[in-house]
Structure formats: structure tokens, C-alpha cells
T-cell receptor, first 111, second 113 residues
Framework: DSGVTQTPKHLITATGQRVTLRCSPR?????VYWYQQSLDQGLQFLIQ???????AKGNILERFSAQQFPDLHSELNLSSLELGDSALYFC??????????FGPGTRLTVL | AQSVTQLDSHVSVSEGTPVLLRCNYS??????LFWYVQHPNKGLQLLLK??????LVKGINGFEAEFKKSETSFHLTKPSAHMSDAAEYFC???????????FGKGTLLTVNP
């Protein structure tokens, strides 16, 4: 158990809908990272937050957004969902160094 | 810019035989390198990391990796495979101020009895 929690574990929704994925980092970790894992694209970095502020962006679509709250938990919002958004979404957290601890992931299925 | 190439998408070994998973990297920075393992329907677990200390890095479950700058490689090895090692393995490079991780495409390790 990495200490990073993600909810929900599974999410099934329809095209055009909006969903929110939640991540709670390990105690004391200020950085939160979001990753998408799909069969065709592999594991891709989406976005990083550090202590509430956006630090870096990766291959994140404009339909996706994220935020980190004062209690350091983070949410990833996915809107206008398409079939191709079906994937496993991971959250990771870290302290000051670059060792990231991953949550169990949220499996999103868009029908 | 940074990238990772895992040279084998699938490696199959017999239980008790050595494991070698190959990884080459490219980075504009002095890189940190990692190996993560993902068991079916599970999250990612850190096996080991290299962060410019000793070039031979020991990790969990008997795995180790050697950083070779001249060859830009970071191959993962284990002397004797166990059935429980069957999983997908990711070589990862990190560099720059935001510690963004760049993943390889993964190597699926199968262990035969």
C-alpha cells in the first residue's frame, strides 16, 4: 500500500458526460501528479500540482482539468467524454525529491 | 527532452532462470532513472531508483539495475525468476525541475513453471 488513495476504483459513463476523479496524496506529500494509461498511448503524464499550484503540464486535453485543494487532495475533471478517453487514470504523490508513489488507479469506461 | 526505450515488449523465462529487461534512455538533464512494476489490475510499485549515487542499484524482491552512462542504458536483472515476478515492468526517466516521469512502453514478463 503506497499511501495514495484514489476514488472511485471504477467508473462507467456515457459519451458527452463529465466525471471527477479524486486523489488523496500520502501524508506530507505536497506534489500530486496525474497520469493516463491506455493501450495505445501507454502511460502518459497529464499534469502536476505542487502545494495547490499547477507546476507542469503534459499531454492533457483541453477537455480535462485538475486542481489541488488546500488539504492537498486533488481532483481530475474530464468533460465531454469520448470513447477514446477510456483508460486507467493514476495519481501519484511525492515530497521534495522525484520518487513518486502511485495510487491504485481509477478505471474509466466510456460507452 | 527525455525519452525511454524498452527494447523488448515481452520477455518469457522459466522459473529459476535469470531475468534481463533492457532499457535505454535519453535525457537533456542528469537523469534519475526508475523501474516500476505493475501486477495485473494493480497500481505501480517502485522497484528501484538511480539518482547519481552508486551505478549498481539494488531494489526490492532481488532485482537490481546498472546505470551505464556511456551506453545510456539502465537494464534490470534478477538472478532467479519466481512465478510471482510475472508482471509488466516500466523503465522511467525523470529530469528537470518538475520531476515529470517519462515512461517506457513496458515489458511484459512471463514466468513459466
Amino acid at each position: 500500500d503506497s499511501g495514495v488513495t484514489q476514488t472511485p476504483k471504477h467508473l462507467i459513463t456515457a459519451t458527452g458526460q463529465r466525471v471527477t476523479l479524486r486523489c488523496s496524496p500520502r501524508s506530507g506529500d505536497l506534489s500530486v501528479y496525474w497520469y493516463q494509461q491506455s493501450l495505445d498511448q501507454g502511460l502518459q503524464f497529464l499534469i502536476q500540482y505542487y502545494n495547490g499550484e499547477e507546476r507542469a503540464k503534459g499531454n492533457i486535453l483541453e477537455r480535462f482539468s485538475a486542481q489541488q485543494f488546500p488539504d492537498l487532495h486533488s481532483e481530475l475533471n474530464l468533460s465531454s467524454l469520448e470513447l477514446g478517453d477510456s483508460a486507467l487514470y493514476f495519481c501519484a504523490s511525492s515530497q521534495y525529491n522525484n520518487e513518486q508513489f502511485f495510487g491504485p488507479g481509477t478505471r474509466l469506461t466510456v460507452l | 527532452a527525455q525519452s525511454v526505450t524498452q527494447l523488448d515488449s515481452h520477455v518469457s523465462v522459466s522459473e529459476g532462470t535469470p531475468v534481463l529487461l533492457r532499457c535505454n534512455y535519453s535525457s537533456s538533464y542528469s537523469p534519475s532513472l526508475f523501474w516500476y512494476v505493475q501486477h495485473p489490475n494493480k497500481g505501480l510499485q517502485l522497484l528501484l531508483k538511480y539518482t547519481s549515487a552508486a551505478t549498481l542499484v539494488k531494489g526490492i524482491n532481488g532485482f537490481e539495475a546498472e546505470f551505464k552512462k556511456s551506453e545510456t542504458s539502465f537494464h534490470l536483472t534478477k538472478p532467479s525468476a519466481h512465478m510471482s515476478d510475472a508482471a509488466e515492468y516500466f523503465c522511467v526517466v525523470s529530469g528537470g525541475s518538475n520531476y515529470k516521469l517519462t515512461f517506457g512502453k513496458g515489458t511484459l514478463l512471463t514466468v513459466n513453471p
